[in-house]
């Protein structure tokens, strides 16, 4: 079972960046897919960028490639996802999670872009 904390959102300017991590306390990590998620007020999650367990594979919603990184660390138990370019429109929570669903999520952690 995951149990996961996200880190590293804030306040950043458009065309900035930030590198949000998550960590898992719990167990399984090293072995399932995981994604980052993220929800803006009033509107429905959405998948953002997901990483399979060995890190051979990752991919990204249209709206995020080649501005979104995602990777992760099997020995920490943790997963980064590294953001640049940053738009008005990427403002949301965003949360990790070991599938797309959501459920299992953790608190999550705030990004907002803004002037």
């Known amino acids: 079972q995951v149990r996961l904390v996200e880190s590293g959102g804030g306040l950043v300017q458009p065309g900035g960046s930030l590198r949000l991590s998550c960590v898992d306390s719990?167990?399984?990590?090293?072995?399932?897919?995981m994604y980052w998620l993220r929800q803006a007020p009033g509107r429905r999650q959405e998948w953002v960028s997901r990483?399979?367990?060995?890190?051979?594979?990752?991919d990204y919603r249209e709206s995020v490639k080649g501005r979104f990184t995602i990777s992760r660390d099997n020995d920490k138990n943790t997963m980064y996802l590294q953001m640049n370019d940053l738009k008005p429109e990427d403002t949301a929570t965003y949360y990790c999670s070991p599938d797309v669903v959501g459920d299992s999520r953790g608190q999550g952690t705030q990004v907002t872009v803004s002037s």
């Open positions: 719990g167990s399984g990590f090293s072995t399932s897919w």
């Open positions: 990483i399979n367990p060995d890190s051979s594979y990752a």
